[in-house]
């Protein structure tokens, strides 16, 4: 079993930035992706990025060159660095672990970019 715990989310103005945590506990493969998903009201979840055990990195389209997502392998430990963030970025925002074939969340961290 995976736990996740999330932290950094918060109220910030547009154009600000916020660093999000996730720290996993339980057991993890060598294999696993950790990334963040996010959930405006109304709207459908969707992935923002997610980083492999070999530091790859995928980011959706609408926030590369804006974002970064970092890993520290030995704590299991993922942080999203989020710059010039956009009042439509206003989400709750979600740790994934996937290995294998199972999907670990977290509880989700609110993130609110006020214009």
């Known amino acids: 079993q995976v736990q996740l715990v999330e932290s950094g989310g918060g109220l910030v103005q547009a154009g600000g930035s916020l660093r999000l945590s996730c720290a996993a506990s339980?057991?993890?493969?060598?294999?696993?992706?950790m990334g963040w998903y996010r959930q405006a009201p109304g709207k459908q979840r969707e992935l923002v990025a997610e980083?492999?055990?070999?530091?790859?990195?995928f980011y959706a389209d609408s926030v590369k060159g804006r974002f970064t997502i970092s890993r520290d392998n030995a704590k299991n430990t993922v942080w999203l660095q989020m710059n010039s963030l956009k009042p439509e970025e206003t989400a709750s925002y979600c740790c994934n672990l996937r290995q294998l074939s199972s999907n670990y969340w977290g509880q989700g961290t609110l993130v609110t970019v006020s214009s």
């Open positions: 339980g057991t993890i493969f060598s294999t696993s992706v």
């Open positions: 980083i492999n055990l070999h530091y790859s990195a």
